[in-house]
T-cell receptor, first 110, second 112 residues
Framework: TQLLEQSPQFLSIQEGENLTVYCNSS?????LQWYRQEPGEGPVLLVT?????EVKKLKRLTFQFGDARKDSSLHITAAQPGDTGLYLC??????????FGSGTKLNVKP | DSGVTQTPKHLITATGQRVTLRCSPR?????VYWYQQSLDQGLQFLIQ???????AKGNILERFSAQQFPDLHSELNLSSLELGDSALYFC???????????FGSGTRLTVV
C-alpha cells in the first residue's frame, strides 16, 4: 500500500499543452517535495513546500501544498519536450523520513 | 554533479554472490538514505543513517546490511544475491528536516 498516491500514472501530451499531476495521502506531512527523474539518473529535487496552502512557482511549474498538508499538485504550463521524465512526490514525516509516491511518467511530444 | 557520489555506477554479478555499494554524502549532510528502485516497484526505502547511527529501517531484506562510517560515507552490503535483487540502488543525503534529499546517480546492479 502506497502512503502517497500519484495520478495519473502516465501522461502523454503535445508540446504547448498544460497538465496537472496530483499527489494525495490520508497522512499529514511536515513537508512535501517534488522530484524529477530522467532514465538512469537519480531524482532531482524541484521544490519543497512546508506550509499548508503554500504555492511555489518555478518558471512554468507551479506547486501547491494542500491546506491540510496531506496533498499536493504540480501544474506545468506550456509543456516542452525537455519536461519529459518521471515526476515523484515525497512526503516527509517529523523524523526526517520520506515516503515516495509511485510517480507520474510524463512524455511531451514535439 | 549533485555532490552525492555513488560507486560503482554499474555492477554485474552472479546469483549467490555478495557486493558492496558505496556512497559519499554531500558535504555537510549527516543523514544518508538508501533506496532501491526497480521497474515495477518505484522507490523503496531501505535504511537511513544519521551521523553514524541507524535511524530508520524500511523494507530491507535480512540479506542486506548497511553502515555509516565516521567520515560519513556509507556502504550497502548485499549478499546471497538473487535475480530479483537486480535494480537501481540510490543513495541520498539530507541536511535535515524540510530540506529534501540530494540523490546520487545510482548503482545499477544486474544479477545474472
Amino acid at each position: 500500500t502506497q502512503l502517497l498516491e500519484q495520478s495519473p500514472q502516465f501522461l502523454s501530451i503535445q508540446e504547448g499543452e498544460n497538465l496537472t499531476v496530483y499527489c494525495n495521502s490520508s497522512s499529514v506531512f511536515s513537508s512535501l517535495q517534488w522530484y524529477r527523474q530522467e532514465p538512469g539518473e537519480g531524482p532531482v529535487l524541484l521544490v519543497t513546500v512546508v506550509t499548508g496552502g503554500e504555492v511555489k512557482k518555478l518558471k512554468r511549474l507551479t506547486f501547491q501544498f494542500g491546506d491540510a498538508r496531506k496533498d499536493s499538485s504540480l501544474h506545468i504550463t506550456a509543456a516542452q519536450p525537455g519536461d519529459t521524465g518521471l515526476y515523484l512526490c515525497a512526503g516527509e514525516d517529523n523524523f526526517n523520513k520520506f515516503y515516495f509516491g509511485s510517480g507520474t511518467k510524463l512524455n511531451v511530444k514535439p | 554533479d549533485s555532490g552525492v557520489t555513488q560507486t560503482p555506477k554499474h555492477l554485474i554479478t552472479a546469483t549467490g554472490q555478495r557486493v558492496t555499494l558505496r556512497c559519499s554524502p554531500r558535504s555537510g549532510d549527516l543523514s544518508v538514505y538508501w533506496y532501491q528502485q526497480s521497474l515495477d516497484q518505484g522507490l523503496q526505502f531501505l535504511i537511513q543513517y544519521y551521523n553514524g547511527e541507524e535511524r530508520a529501517k524500511g523494507n530491507i531484506l535480512e540479506r542486506f546490511s548497511a553502515q555509516q562510517f565516521p567520515d560519513l560515507h556509507s556502504e550497502l552490503n548485499l549478499s546471497s544475491l538473487e535475480l530479483g535483487d537486480s535494480a537501481l540502488y540510490f543513495c541520498a543525503s539530507s541536511v535535515g528536516v524540510g530540506n529534501g534529499y540530494t540523490f546520487g546517480s545510482g548503482t545499477r546492479l544486474t544479477v545474472v
